[in-house]
């Protein structure tokens, strides 16, 4: 009997922890709570994400200073509750809150549990305004309407200004230019040949006595000068616009071209004095007396080596010769070109940067680039009916049917009896209008504010984030009454993935057992898109019941 009892229990144990599995793969592993759907401004609202896992799980619950467009005030430590063998439940509690009232979404959050990911249900909290009793409130006089200053009134001022900076700079460019081109012809001297110019120079060098005065730097700036020009003019190679190691380089290929007898000594000697001077020039370095005087020496025994080992020119060489002269002419016309066009493109960049800083962007883009919906707002505006039952409605542009199998998913589509949408623009866009109505397939009663957070879940699953959501009664000039939803939202941009603020309204009819509505969206901050935006709001109408 005692062997019967002990089978027994471990039957009744191995079925019992059966139980206890079959039903925590039932249950969700994350369950998501608020402990009130409505607070007053300021107040708190606590959020509770439990996860029910093994002994063995290691879960990590999110954390931040904010989720969505509420801050949270409070992350209270994880809870242990409910144990029971093998499982038990981590509880952790947030604090919420608002400052400003509508009606706020609380995100999915990441919980992650054993290195999985899962989303927490999103939830819907509404914040409330605290009524202020005007009785017992002082009250104060509507200040006067304030003069704002009219700073166009200094438009051609600041263009006078602009084009005056745009010709300094290209005056003092054309000028630097000028001088600099002109510079060889202050040489009133004329030279029977190159090697006579370099020796004279060499000599005029040591006239300056730059030695005793200590400006060593000018001193082997000048000497190596003086080396390159005479290559240049010589053997005609770019010899002053190149770095030392492109010099020694093209000398190389242009003593084989030519069939000039250097030796590599030379060659060496040639580099090292360059070497030196780019020492001098750039790294500071400064010889000893007894090593400029040996650079010196070497720089004039180089050059007239050098001189000694060209051959005399033949035709074809003076064709050559001419050739490349006009080559380096081009190159160097080509170089001038495009200083110039890159210091005017430089120029019109610090106008406009002028110009918009004292102006304004909003003048610019207005008067000079185009605006989108400035073109819209004065376009030509159409008045028209949209769907059954119609709405009537004034845009910009006349909209354009919607393939509503194609913008919803079967599941939805499956619901309706009939559905006809109509819209201008995409969510993307600077400015987005959009009209649908539809009818379901069985009598239904139509929840406004369902609508509306359907519609917000929508955005959600195309990108949108940090959707902050008011909603009002709402009624148009003929009396229907609705529900207008508004607020802001971000959107990534579809080129850049930068996000940009926009700005919506949502507005919900039902009538005739169908759902009317009308969205409008557009570029937060954009002011010729409010006023669309107002237009259209404006424009709205719908028949009564009584007149259908």
């Known amino acids: 009997m005692a062997g019967n009892s002990i089978v027994m229990t471990k039957r009744f144990l191995i079925l019992l922890c059966m139980v206890a599995a079959t ?82 979404v609380i995100p999915r959050l990441p919980v992650t549990i054993n290195n999985k990911i899962i989303q ?53 460019i054309w000028w630097y230019l000028k001088k600099r081109k002109a510079a060889p012809k202050k040489e009133a001297v004329k030279y029977a040949s190159p090697i006579e110019k370099a020796a004279t120079q060499l000599q005029n060098l040591e006239k300056k006595e730059l030695l005793q005065k200590g400006e060593v730097k000018e001193y082997y700036s000048e000497m190596a000068d003086i080396a390159r020009m005479y290559i240049e003019e010589a053997i005609h190679i770019p010899a002053m616009e ?8 093209a ?96 120029g019109m960049l610090l106008v406009i940067i002028v110009l918009g800083a004292t102006i304004g962007k909003q003048y610019l883009e207005d008067k000079f680039f185009g605006h989108p919906t400035k073109e819209l707002l004065n376009g030509t505006w159409v008045k028209s009916e949209y769907g059954n039952p119609p709405v009537i409605i004034e845009t910009p542009k006349v909209l354009k049917r919607i393939d509503a199998e194609k913008a919803l998913p079967k599941e939805a589509m499956a619901l309706l009896k009939d559905m006809n949408m109509f819209g201008y623009g995409s969510l993307f866009d600077n400015f987005y209008v959009m009209v649908s109505t539809l009818h379901y397939n069985q009598q239904t009663e139509v929840n406004l504010e369902g609508a509306a957070d359907g519609m917000i879940k929508t955005w959600e699953a195309q990108g949108a984030q940090n959707i902050l959501l008011k909603t009002e009664e709402f009624a148009t000039q003929n009396g229907v009454q609705g529900l207008r939803t508004y607020g ?3 959107m990534p941009d579809p080129v850049t993935k930068k996000p940009q603020r926009m700005y919506y309204e949502l ?11 009308v969205v409008l969206v557009q570029k937060e901050g954009d002011e010729y898109g409010t006023q669309i935006l107002e237009r259209i709001k404006n424009s709205i109408e719908l028949k009564s019941l009584n007149q259908q």
């Open 23 to 104: 039903a925590f793969a039932q249950q969700k592993p994350v369950q998501t709570s608020i402990d009130s759907t409505k607070i007053k401004i300021g107040s708190q609202a606590n959020l509770t994400l439990k996860a029910t896992v093994d002994t063995a799980a290691v879960v990590n619950f999110p954390e931040g200073k904010n989720f969505g467009q509420l801050e949270v005030l409070e992350s209270y430590p994880v809870d242990t509750l409910n144990r029971k063998g093998a499982i038990y439940e981590l509880v952790k509690k947030y604090g919420l809150t608002q400052f400003d009232s509508g009606r706020y």
């Open 120 to 172: 927490t249900d999103s939830l819907l909290l509404e914040v409330a305004n605290i009524k202020v009793d005007t009785l017992k409130q002082k009250m104060y006089d509507i200040k006067p309407i304030a003069k704002a200053d009219n700073s166009s009134k200094w438009l051609w001022l600041y263009i006078v200004l602009g084009i005056l900076v745009v010709g300094a700079i290209a005056f003092g």
């Open 242 to 249: 190149s770095t030392t190691g492109q010099l020694i380089e």
């Open 251 to 346: 000398l190389h290929s242009a003593t084989q071209r030519r069939r000039m007898k250097l030796s590599p000594e030379t060659m060496e000697q040639l580099e090292k004095v360059l070497r030196t001077a780019d020492m001098v020039k750039f790294a500071k370095t400064r010889p000893l007396d007894f090593e400029i005087a040996e650079d010196r020496s070497r720089i004039e025994k180089t050059i007239v080596v050098i001189d000694r080992s060209i051959p005399e020119e033949k035709e074809e060489d003076d064709i050559h010769t001419q050739l490349w002269l006009e080559k380096q002419r081009k190159a160097k016309e080509r170089r001038r070109k495009r200083i110039v066009m890159w210091s005017s493109i430089a």
């Open 488 to 490: 802001t939202m971000t």
């Open 507 to 517: 507005f919900f009819f039902k009538q005739q057992g169908g759902l009317q509505q």
